[in-house]
């Protein structure tokens, strides 16, 4: 792995060029990814109207880590399924009613968790600030806390999303399934204005997490020439205690680093999903480049999970500021 040197620390010649690339990303990045005022949003939305926001949020996601650290992976997990259905808009968040079954009741859902996290936050920022911060901003600035405190890259995203009033068990079509392969991962992500690369990156945020048997036991089934035989039987005595027992993602699934890719290229890959990133000819080199250099896989994460947080924002009549994140106003 090719490490960033601080300090005057010597750096070889043979690192300067991949440093300068790195460099250079890493300025896009603190200058906002270039969405500095786009789509009604900005990075210092609340400084006037709630300037303590980002500590509140801070603070009460990381007092939930230390308790339960498992739950980094839940929060970022939360926010791609919210981003990948209806926009994000915090349209997970809200109940089904007798008229209408909402996202979170999906087959696709049923294992998201973070729901009362979130509400405590938006508890403690109605106090301070009543009728302000959006549930869509908070379910954002969780999953950027959460993968800060899980050991990622710390980054900082533009604020200002509204909340969504619509929330239909039939739009959670729109989410990757885990027996997709590379192509097919291409193309959802491409209706979302997200290419191979960002896909591939935000793949990465299976370093934190576990499976269910339910989602990779029909790769079991029959010979799976990407999946390496000894992985295969453990897999196998995961899924013999049930399909709901839970198979880390990586050896390190509550560290977030670049084991996961490592993983990858040992055919390692929990689901068909993951795999499939390392066996396709188009997405292996990225997966390549990750598992040899965390920092690239940082600055890529950034990047892809700020421009997936401005996915179809609500503005002005097509949205609100939820006074509950479960139930629209």
Known sequence: MVELVVGNQFVSSSTSSVIMILMMKMIVVMSGYGFGVANGVSMNYYV?????????????????????????????????????????????????????????????????????????????????????VSCADIVAMAARDAVFFAGGPVYDIPKGRKDGRISKIEETIQLPFPSMNASELIRIFGQHGLNAHDMVALSGAHTLGVAR????????????????????KTLSKTCSEGDTAEQPFDATQNHFDNVYFNGLVRRNGVLTSD????????????????????AMFFLDFQQAITKMGLLDLKQGSQGEVRASCRTIN
């Open 275 to 294: 795999q499939t990133l390392y066996a396709s000819p188009r997405t292996k080199p990225i997966v390549n480049a990750y598992a040899f250099n965390q």
């Open 213 to 232: 048997c339910s989602s990779f036991k029909r790769r079991l089934s029959e010979v799976d020439p990407t999946l390496d035989s000894n992985f295969a």
């Open 48 to 132: 006037m109207s709630c300037p303590m926001a980002d500590l509140i949020v801070q603070n009460t996601v990381n007092r939930a880590l230390r308790a339960d650290p498992t739950l980094a992976a839940a929060l970022i997990r939360l926010h791609f399924h919210d981003c990948f259905v209806q926009g994000c808009d915090a349209s997970i968040l809200i109940d089904s009613t007798k008229d209408n079954t909402a996202e979170k009741d999906s087959p696709a859902n049923l294992s998201v968790r973070g729901y009362e996290l979130i509400d405590e936050v938006k508890e403690e920022l109605e106090q301070q600030c009543p009728g302000v």
